[in-house]
């Protein structure tokens, strides 16, 4: 899976990259290394050379310097022609107008009612939904246990995704019969096994779906984001059908996908530490920290593409220059010791010190989802744990695949046994 850019291939492959595996084969070894490369590491994506973050503090500095930006004709690469749309990742940095590829006043319009519609309020006001989502998986998941010869059962097609999707559906008045349609084409986008020329096609038949979904909310306007997006504040400036194309179709990827790791990494975690998943249980810790270590350690998002560099920016011996891409890799980010201490790498609910980590990003691109994707995963897994208390891995812990994608932390399939 090489690049076809002889160019970007050429400067990779200068310097001694950590060389992104694009089917991750082994994630704890790669971050380990992308630590051990420092702060500011050089590595290597596809064939394409890029500059990565791996510390929590300079990725706090660098997440909030407007030198830094996500335009991408500002990065040099492109401006040269060595990228094109031929590069297997093009669509997650060149994925149309919309509240994550702009900046300053731009970024801030665009993101305006996003933030509007997910208030501590409506979060509120809609947890009854998804206690009921919740409820409705649960039961499907005890259905598929009982038909199952053998009592294995995937936790993440049942259960895990579906959930997430239904949930930021109802959010943006998507039809619960299209979620089967939408979730199929997010998974073939993001993995490395589809061919780019399919990758493309996806993004094409998504802004036709997204097209008529706004069309629709236009002619007929009800209570969703979709509706709210289309509708300009009084004296406002409308947002253009792109622009609210372009922040569907990355807010329905980033508002599922991201859950969807939450969900099963934090399972995993408490899985292969009974004493801990014991002390939730028994009500000593609550499901708050299980999610923020789970957050801080197995990180959803691995690495974050992609800003831009303005001018020359010096970050202590280093220098980032101009016209270079900077990915913020989370999951390195997550397992800084200098921020979390020598045991980084440990799992601990029991941390004596609060956990802080940056998961959901810093500064004006912080996730407007966050809080969200909080509040599903704290009643999916006290509703999922509450339900089967017994529940297990139904295979070995080192037999749990990662999907190929080089950004989301996902599994494959995660097989588990419903009853102790």
Excluded at 64 to 89: F, I, M, N, S, Y
Excluded at 139 to 146: F, P, Q, T
Aim: glycine share 8%.
């Amino acid at each position: 899976m090489n690049c076809p850019h002889a160019a970007a291939r050429d400067a990779a492959s200068n310097g001694g990259a950590v060389v992104i595996d694009p089917m991750v084969q082994d994630l704890d070894a790669e971050t380990a290394r992308l630590r051990d490369a420092g702060p500011l590491a050089r590595i290597e994506l596809l064939g394409v050379p890029a500059l990565t973050v791996t510390r929590h503090a300079l990725a706090r500095q660098l997440l909030v310097d407007p030198r830094l930006v996500k335009d991408l004709d500002a990065w040099g690469l492109w401006q040269r022609g060595e990228v094109t749309h031929e590069w297997p990742l093009i669509g997650m940095i060149d994925a149309g107008r919309s509240m994550f590829t702009v900046d300053g006043a731009e970024h801030r319009r665009l993101r305006t009612k996003t933030s509007q519609a997910l208030t501590p309020r409506r979060l509120e006001e809609i947890r009854p939904a998804i206690e009921k989502f919740t409820g409705e998986l649960l039961d499907a998941l005890a259905e598929e246990g009982e038909k199952s010869e053998d009592g294995v059962v995937d936790l993440k097609s049942v259960f895990a995704q579906p959930l997430p999707m239904r949930v930021v559906g109802m959010l943006m008045g998507v039809d619960e019969a299209e979620h089967p349609m939408l979730m199929k084409r997010y998974k073939a986008f993001f993995s490395m096994l589809t061919p780019q020329e399919e990758r493309l096609a996806l993004l094409a038949e998504l802004d036709v779906f997204y097209a008529a979904l706004v069309r629709e909310k236009t002619a007929r306007p009800t209570d969703d984001l979709t509706s709210a997006l289309i509708l300009a504040e009084e004296g406002g400036e409308p947002l253009t059908e792109e622009e609210v194309v372009g922040n569907l179709k990355a807010m329905v990827a980033a508002g599922h996908e991201t859950t969807i790791g939450l969900i099963l990494n934090a399972v995993r975690a408490l899985l292969t530490h009974p004493d801990q998943l014991r002390k939730v249980l028994d009500g000593e810790i609550p499901w708050e920290t299980v999610i923020e270590e789970t957050l801080r350690w197995d990180t959803p998002t691995t690495h974050l593409l992609m800003r831009f560099a303005t001018e020359d920016i010096q970050v202590g011996d280093d220098v980032i220059a101009k016209g270079e891409g900077v990915v913020i890799s989370y999951r390195a980010i997550g397992r800084d010791i200098e921020q979390h201490g020598t045991d980084a790498d440990a799992f601990d609910i029991t941390r004596p010190s609060p956990i802080r980590h940056m998961t959901f990003g810093h500064g004006p691109h912080i996730c407007p989802g966050a809080a969200l994707s909080r509040v599903e995963a704290r009643i999916a897994l006290s509703a999922l744990f509450g339900r089967f208390p017994g529940l297990r891995a139904a295979v070995a812990d080192d037999e749990i695949r990662k999907l190929p994608v080089m950004t989301q932390n996902d599994m494959a399939a995660f097989p588990v046994l419903l009853h102790g």
